[in-house]
C-alpha cells in the first residue's frame, strides 16, 4: 500500500497548497518514485462543475469525465499523472454518497452521524487505488479550524492511527508574516495553527512557511521547538518569479529531503533533476516576446482561465521567448468597433464559456483574426464563435447562431449553426441527454478520439491524424453547414471518428486560424508543451517579426 502524505495549510488560505504538493509530488518522482496526488474539498458543492468561475476559478476536466477543481490541473502539470474521477473528492459529494446509501437502506436502519459514517466514506475514498503508487499525496482545501473541513481532519486522523507507524505523515503549509515596523518575521500564528491541529489530534511531520523575507536561523529553530518539527523540516517557501521553479526552490529548501526522513526512508533515492533544470531554462533564456491577447468574459479573475494560461506559457517555453498575456474583456466591443481594442497583438485567443453575454464581441474578434490576417486559436465556445462569424459574414447565413442563446433568452432569434447535442457516441456505446436534466453533469465530458484529414494545418501541427482531447459543452456546431462553410474555405479538419460531430475547423488560406471544440490546454506540461499552443506561439513569433 503507498505511503500517504496529508496537507493541510493554516493562517491564511492561497498559501499554495496546491502547488507546494505538485513540486512535492515532481520531487518524488525524480527520486524514481511513482505518485497520484488527491484533492480533498471542504465543500457543500457535490463537484464544482456548477460553481462560478468567477468565484472558484476554472473547471479542470479529467480524461474519464469528472468535472474538478483547478488544483488538479497542477498536479498533472508538474506530475504529467493524468487525474481521475477518484483523485478528487467534496463534502457535498460525501455527504450525497452517505445520504444516498441510508436511502437505500445500507445502513440498517442505524442512527448515521459524521463519525463513524461519514468519516467512514471519506476513509474509504482515501484507499481507493491505495495499491497502485508509492506515494499518495492528499490536499485537503481550506484551512485548519473551518467547520466544513472538521470531518476531513477527523477521517485523516482515524486513517494514520488506523495505518501501520510511519506510513503516513502530514505535511502543514503556513505562513510567516512580516511586521515592517519592528522588521521582524512573526511565528505566532504558525504557533497557533499547529496548536489547532494538535487540538483535534493531529501532528505535522514537516512544517512549510511562506515567507516575503528571508527567514533567519534563530526563527526556524523557534519554530521548531514551539511547533514540535525537527529544524531541517522547517521548509522555507519563497515567492517564486514562476511557479515551475518551485520543485528546484523547495529541492535546494530539503523538502523532498525532509520528507524521505520523516518516512525513514534511507538511503534516499539521489534525484534527477535534469527536466526542471531544462524548465527553469527556458523560463529565464528568452529571446523575444509575443503579445497575445484572450478575449473572454471572466477577465477579471485570471483563474478562470488557469490552464489556458500555463499552456501558454509551455508554448512560450517551447519556442523560448516569454509570451505576455493581456486580458480583453469581450462584451466591451459587443456593440462598437473591435479593431482599436485588438490592434497591435500577435495573436487573439477565444477561450471557452457559457452564455451569450460577450459573445458578439468574441464573433467579431474572430472576424478581425480572420481578415487581418492574425494568428487566432479558438477553443470550444471560441470556435464555435468563428463558425458563426464564418456562417453569418462569409457563407451568407445572415441569422447564424447558437441554440445556447436562443435557449437561454426563450425565444427563437438565430438559426442554429451551433445546436444543441441530444446523443452522441462514446466509444461503443451511444450517451443520451435532455436538456432539462440537472445543470451538472449534462455535457459531453471527458476524453474523445477526434480523427484529424491528412494534409491539414492541425495534422501537421500534431504530427498524426488521430488525437484524443478532452471535452466539455452542450453544443456542436451542426454537420449540415459543412458543404457550405468549407467551400468558402472553412475546413473541417478534424471530426468525431463517427464522422457526426466536427472536432476542429481551420480556414485554409489564412496564416494560422484553428478552432477546437476541445480543450487542449488541459493537457499542456511545461516539460511536454501542448502541440496547438506550441505552434500557436510559434505564428504569433511570426507575425510579431512582420510588424
Ligand atoms: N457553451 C458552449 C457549449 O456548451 C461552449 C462550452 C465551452 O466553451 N466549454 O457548447
Redesign the pocket.
Known sequence: MARYIFITGGVVSSLGKGLASAALGALLQARGFSVRLRKLDPYLNVDPGTMSPFEHGEVFVTDDGAETDLDLGHYERFTGVAARKTDSISSGRIYSNVLEKERRGDYLGKTIQVVPHVTNEIKDFLRIGGDEVDFMLCEIGGTVGDIEGLPFFEAIRQFIHERPRGECILMHITLLPYLAASGELKTKPTQHSVKELQSIGLAPDVLVCRSEHAIPEREREKIALFCNVRKEAVIPAYDLASIYEAPLAYHGEGLDQAVLDAFQISPAPRPDLRKWEDVVDRIRNVDGAANIAIVGKYTQLEDAYKSIKEALVHGGMANRVKVNVSWVDAEVFDTEDAAPHLEGFHAILV?????ERGTEGKIKAAEFARTRNIPYLG??????MAVIEAARNVAGVARAG?E?FDHEKGEKRFEPV?YH?KEWVQGNHVVERKLGDDKGGT??LGAYNATLTPGSRVADVYGTTKIEER??????VDIRYREKLETCGLAFSGMSPDGRLPEIVEWKDHPWFIGV?F?PELKSKPFDPHPLFRDFVRAAVETSRLV
Do not use: A, D, T
Open positions: 477561450p471557452g464559456g457559457f452564455g477553443i470550444c465556445l471560441g470556435m464555435q447558437s445556447e451551433v447535442l455535457m459531453r471535452h466539455r459543452h452542450r453544443y456542436e471544440q480543450h
